[in-house]
Structure formats: structure tokens, C-alpha cells
């Protein structure tokens, strides 16, 4: 059972206690990512984040670190809807956990001093995942789907946009974004509820400087401009074939969420998978294929990726198409089905007994599905998919879809549009 509570200047509170657990969790959620960013802003909700565990107003950076460090494991993300921050240490630490986040989350002093060389590890990381042409398959994927909207431009921002920041830009946003009413406080380990709450009443409720009411997502509908087909290629120093497809998910109730989830299993979510048995085990074409999707408060995208020598991207992509072609008939076995249900369920049910996975599944949960998590009840939804339900969603899965395609590679001579269409 998962323990909750809304305070009234907007702050949430979610706890799952945990029996004999060992470790603990706490996670700061804030709803706040690069899709928030104004123009000429990219990257500062990554600048931001990279900026938490520094200087706060009774710990210098080096403090922030070796108190970190005595804790456990402790890391933060920035996406294009959120930005989190986590500690997972032993359970007898978790008074400590609650005064260093809490001190990193609400008393930050952003000091030039700090900011200097973040600004240059920054500018190094986006170098680093400019040399990944993964990444760069995605992005460019991102960028033309989203195009003239915030959603465009990538997580990790632009060297330009990082270089100027200022210590007076931070605290603007810090003000602005890490408020009461976009954070969620989540914890998950065997401490009782009650201990949990008066915590984050002695270390969160009245130290967030912005009060205002708990924000919510939105329930409409993105609007893609997908009214055809698109290729988009980028020329890169590689021998390899990077592609990243995307289309649109099916309007999502919860029934159709985890039928579409089981498909994609089927589709490419394993070495058993659809795909990687006709790409990988049985034509060696490549290393890893992958079909996956793509959330938003807005919008969910299924993708399809992988990665092979240039040539042998030609007969990939046929065998992409074959793949899809037999699958559109209808012809999704029984023993598939089941084989995907169990690997969902297995992988639901290790992440529920791991209190970092765990708190990453109530959150979504609450926020992109707006229900509670609970294990039983999402195995109840799992079992509940039919063969029917997966070969009538795999019937119509490409058929008349509009998609985008993402190429990176050294020469434009291969668009898959022209095999697939």
C-alpha cells in the first residue's frame, strides 16, 4: 500500500514501507524539464541540476560531496518533463538523507565559484554526446517530430546557452520551477509512514522559498505535424547505420497502454523478440535492435532503433519490413504472448522490490497514468491482454501510420522510406 499525502501550499508526499528492506530511497521530483526552457534557455534545467550538489548555505561543495559519499549512492536527471534528484542508502540514514537534500534542494547558493568550472564540465558532456551517434539519431528525430516547439531542442542544451549563464540566472529559475507545488517528495524502505512525514515536514514543507498550488498534468492531446512520412539524415565520420523511427502511440486508456506495451515486447523487446531474431540470431545483420516507446504528459511515441555496418542496412531494413508485413496478418502466437507477459511481470516484480526502481514506478505511475501504483493490480491489467487484443493492435500497428525517420550515417545513399513504404 502506498502512503500519501498533499499538503496545502502544494507539496506531495508518496511512501511505501517495505518489510525487512535493508535500504532506503528518498527521490525529490520536480516537474520541471527542458520543455519548460524559453528560448534562448537550452540547457539551463541540465545546467541546474548539474549545479544541485554544490555550495548551499551551511555546507561548502566539499561537504555536500563527503556526506553524499558517507550515504550511499546518489545521482540526478534532467528530461524534457522532469528533473530528479535521489539518494538510496541504508535505512538507518534516514534523517541524514532528508537534511542533505533537503539543504541541496532548498538553500543552493549557485556561487561563481561553483559555476565556473560546471559550465566547462557541461560543454564537455555535450561533446561527449555529440560523438554518440545513437544519441544523435534520437535527437534529430526529437528535433524534427517537435519542431517549433520547446520539445524540439535536446535535455543537454548548447554550449552557448551554458557559457552565459549566470549565478543570478539559476536563482531565477530555482524560484521560478522549484516550487511546492512541482515537487513531489517520493520514499520507499521499512520506515514508517508517520516518521516519513513529520521528516518531510521538519526539512521540505516550510523551506521551499516558492508556495503555490500542486501542478498537474494536462489531459490533451500533443499536436504532431505528421501528415506524411519524413526522413531526416545526418552526415557523420562513421562506417556504422544508425536509425531511430518513431510514430505516434494509440490513445492511451490503461487497457490499451499494456496491450501496446506486451506488443512492443513482442515486436522487439527481447533476444526472443520479433525483430532480433530475424536481425540478429538468424541473419547476424546487428548487434541490437530495440522497439521501446517514448512517454510524455501529452503524447506517447513508440520507437524502433538499431545500429549495423552500412553494408548490410539495405537488407535490415528489408527484413524490418517483412517483420512488420507478417505480423500485420494477425499471425502473434499464443506462446509469444505469454513468453512477453511473463518477462513484463518478472521485470515489474524485481523493480517493486528495489527501493530506488520502486519509487521511479509510483511516480510515473501517478503522473503519466494518474493512478496509484500497485503491483497486483498493473499484473491483473497484464493478464487481462488477449491474443486477440495484441494481433488486432499488431493488424493496424503501421497501417496507415505516419512516422519519422532518423538516419545518421557517412553517406545519404540508402533512405528506408523507399523500402518501407
Not at 536527471?77 to 533537503?102: D, G, H
Not at 528525430?141 to 549565478?167: D, Y
Not at 522559498?209 to 557523420?236: C, S
Amino acid at each position: 500500500m502506498i502512503n500519501s499525502k498533499n499538503y496545502s501550499n502544494g507539496l506531495r508526499l508518496m511512501h511505501k514501507q517495505l518489510p525487512n528492506v535493508k535500504s532506503f530511497t528518498l527521490m525529490v521530483y520536480t516537474i520541471f524539464g527542458s520543455r519548460d526552457e524559453e528560448k534562448g534557455e537550452e540547457g539551463l534545467a541540465h545546467l541546474l541540476e548539474h549545479m544541485f550538489f554544490k555550495s548551499t548555505k551551511t555546507r561548502t561543495t566539499k561537504e555536500v560531496l563527503y556526506d553524499l559519499e558517507s550515504l550511499g549512492y546518489y545521482n540526478a536527471q534532467t528530461s524534457r518533463e522532469y528533473t530528479r534528484f535521489y539518494i538510496s542508502t541504508l535505512n538507518t540514514n534516514v534523517e541524514k538523507c532528508f537534511n542533505v537534500l533537503s539543504d541541496c534542494y532548498c538553500f543552493p547558493l549557485y556561487k561563481e565559484d561553483d559555476l565556473t568550472p560546471e559550465r566547462e564540465t557541461v560543454c564537455s558532456e555535450i561533446d561527449y554526446y555529440a560523438d554518440k551517434h545513437g544519441t544523435t539519431s534520437f535527437n534529430v528525430c526529437m528535433e524534427e517530430l517537435f519542431k517549433n516547439s520547446q520539445l524540439a531542442h535536446s535535455v543537454i542544451g548548447t554550449k552557448e546557452v551554458v557559457k552565459s549563464a549566470t549565478s543570478e540566472t539559476l536563482h531565477r529559475l530555482h524560484d521560478k520551477f522549484y516550487t511546492t507545488g512541482r515537487t513531489i517528495i517520493i520514499t520507499a524502505g521499512d520506515i514508517p509512514f508517520e516518521t516519513i512525514e513529520k521528516l518531510t515536514e521538519k526539512y521540505f514543507v516550510n523551506n521551499i522559498k516558492t508556495q503555490e498550488e500542486a501542478q498537474e498534468f494536462e489531459d490533451k492531446e500533443l499536436i504532431l505535424d505528421l501528415n506524411e512520412n519524413k526522413y531526416v539524415f545526418t552526415k557523420r565520420d562513421t562506417e556504422q547505420f544508425y536509425l531511430m523511427a518513431a510514430l505516434k502511440g494509440q490513445k492511451q486508456d490503461l487497457k490499451t497502454y499494456y496491450t501496446e506495451n506486451i506488443l512492443l515486447q513482442i515486436m522487439g523487446g527481447s533476444l526472443c523478440s520479433r525483430l532480433s531474431q530475424n536481425l540478429r540470431e538468424k541473419n547476424g545483420l546487428v548487434y541490437g535492435v530495440s522497439s521501446s516507446y517514448f512517454l510524455l504528459k501529452d503524447i506517447k511515441l513508440n520507437t524502433l532503433d538499431f545500429t549495423c555496418n552500412k553494408d548490410k542496412a539495405q537488407k535490415a531494413l528489408e527484413l524490418v519490413k517483412e517483420t512488420f508485413k507478417e505480423m500485420e496478418t494477425g499471425n502473434i502466437t499464443e506462446s509469444e504472448l505469454e513468453l512477453a507477459k511473463s518477462s513484463f511481470k518478472t521485470s515489474l516484480a524485481m523493480n517493486d522490490e528495489k527501493t530506488f526502481t520502486l519509487v521511479l514506478s509510483m511516480v510515473s505511475n501517478k503522473l503519466y497514468l494518474k493512478k496509484d501504483y500497485n503491483i497486483d493490480e498493473t499484473f491483473k491489467y497484464i493478464d487481462s491482454v488477449t491474443l486477440e487484443d495484441v494481433n488486432n493492435m499488431a493488424k493496424d500497428y503501421f497501417t496507415n501510420k505516419k512516422y519519422i525517420v532518423s538516419v545518421v550515417a557517412k553517406e545519404d545513399t540508402l533512405n528506408p522510406l523507399d523500402i518501407w513504404a
